[in-house]
């Protein structure tokens, strides 16, 4: 099935006389028969025995998802922040370290840079444009992945996955990319050799701000038996000495971030959660297509614009990143548009303050219009020298393109410019 089928078709096949849609299987638990049954459980878990682990309706929002990036299994969150943080915890323990790209979303340098920090886990930000050698030089023997944004968030830098995972496979590492912008609608970055996929479903799968959510996608491609990933390839004795290659092979991965990590964090969504998220995946071809139409009229009328610094968004030629974004997303670069307004920060809080139609919300990649001004908000947490190194400065405002009539987008930009 092509991709505007798979939103509407894959994770759930309703049987004779069952309902169309994904039900909602609001429950905790799930009756056996026998403590056999149960104990096999947790031999092999091949069916649901409790929602900290999983669920019938998340479960069908997995498999979508799962289908939707080219991977093998998925493992829904209740955050884009969970899934980051769970990706890397399934890998790293005190005393590794990983590369990261410096230009991704401003939670995610805080998590990597203090919180990991605090669990004994290095984070090693290098620029998104390094070249091969640097990226090289930033691996260490403990070293155990890299991580990028496919479109960073605010800057809309694009990753080059293909190069990335070049030198993280010859050095026999994973590469972990947070595809949140792109959506697999645009991008696959497993097709280009990222290894593992993480979303905040909050952003375009879910479409409508109605709840927060994450996801992590396994391709399945990686070979955990290289040596560099002992917990994947010994037993494990917090779950009775099981093994996961040998029990799971290329589900390794997922199967023990599921095992492991759900078990003990239990960061797990509810069901109604899945339910709206499936809901928002069905439509996301057609809003993820209007979303790149608005966005790319919105970026040429702030272009033109003599009240405008710099516009930063991959669609638009001549732009740093036009060459990468025909590569990776050549079916357009999300409605999401950077621009830098002339005047500092005071002229860009005052722009956002003369917008009418357009939300001002700590939000992105919504159903509606929005605007944020990043550096105060949520890059707030970053040091002067963060802001640079992630491409932030002063009068930078993420703005992002809605699905309304992009005649109303434009007139509501245009009477707040002409008050500037």
């Known amino acids: 099935m092509r991709i505007e089928t798979q939103c509407l078709h894959e994770g759930y096949t309703p049987k004779n006389g069952e309902p169309r849609v994904v039900p909602i299987c609001q429950s905790t638990t799930y009756v056996f028969d026998s403590t056999e049954q149960i104990a096999d459980l947790f031999n092999l878990p091949n069916r649901h025995m409790y929602s900290r682990f999983s669920n019938p309706t998340t479960d069908a929002v997995e498999q979508k998802i799962a289908a939707l990036e080219g991977g093998v299994g998925a493992m829904c969150t209740s955050s884009g922040q969970a899934a980051s943080l769970l990706s890397i915890l399934n890998l790293c323990h005190a005393g590794d370290s990983f590369v990261c790209s410096a230009s991704v979303y401003g939670g995610t340098v805080n998590l990597f840079a203090y919180t990991l920090k605090k669990l004994g886990i290095e984070c090693i930000f290098i620029d998104n444009d390094a070249d091969d050698e640097t990226i090289q030089n930033a691996i260490k023997p403990n070293t155990k992945l890299i991580f990028g944004e496919t479109l960073a968030n605010p800057t809309l830098s694009v990753f080059d996955i293909e190069r990335y995972a070049k030198v993280a496979h010859a050095n026999n590492i994973p590469l972990i990319v947070d595809n949140t ?22 952003k375009y799968m879910d479409g409508h701000a109605l709840q927060i959510g994450g996801v992590i996608i396994d391709s399945g491609n990686f070979d955990w038996t290289n040596g560099k990933f002992p917990e994947f390839t010994e037993p494990d004795t917090s779950y009775h000495g099981i093994v996961y290659t040998k029990e799971f092979g290329n589900m390794a991965y997922i199967i023990k971030a599921r095992m492991q990590l759900m078990r003990d964090f239990g960061a797990y969504p509810a069901a109604h959660s899945s339910f709206l998220l499936n809901l928002g995946l069905e439509t996301l071809p057609l809003r993820m297509e209007r979303y790149c ?33 025909k590569k990776y997303l050549p079916k357009g670069t999300s409605g999401v548009i950077s621009v830098s307004i002339k005047g500092g920060s005071k002229k860009a809080a005052d722009f956002i303050n003369g917008l009418k139609m357009t939300s001002k919300e700590v939000h992105v990649a919504d159903i509606r219009t929005c605007v944020l001004h990043p550096a105060s908000a949520t890059h707030r947490q970053l040091t002067d020298e963060q802001l640079i190194k992630a491409g932030i400065n002063p009068g930078l405002i993420r703005f992002s393109v809605g699905l309304e009539n992009v005649e109303d987008i434009l007139e509501d930009i245009d009477q707040s410019m002409k008050k500037l």
């Open 181 to 202: 912008f792109a959506t697999p609608f645009l991008c696959r970055p497993i097709e280009f050799g990222a290894d593992i996929v993480v979303h905040s479903t909050s």
């Open 293 to 325: 139409l608005n966005g790319e009229k919105v970026a040429r009328y702030f272009a033109a614009s003599d009240k405008v610094e710099s516009v930063t968004y991959p669609g638009l030629e001549g732009d740093k990143y036009y060459e990468l974004a």
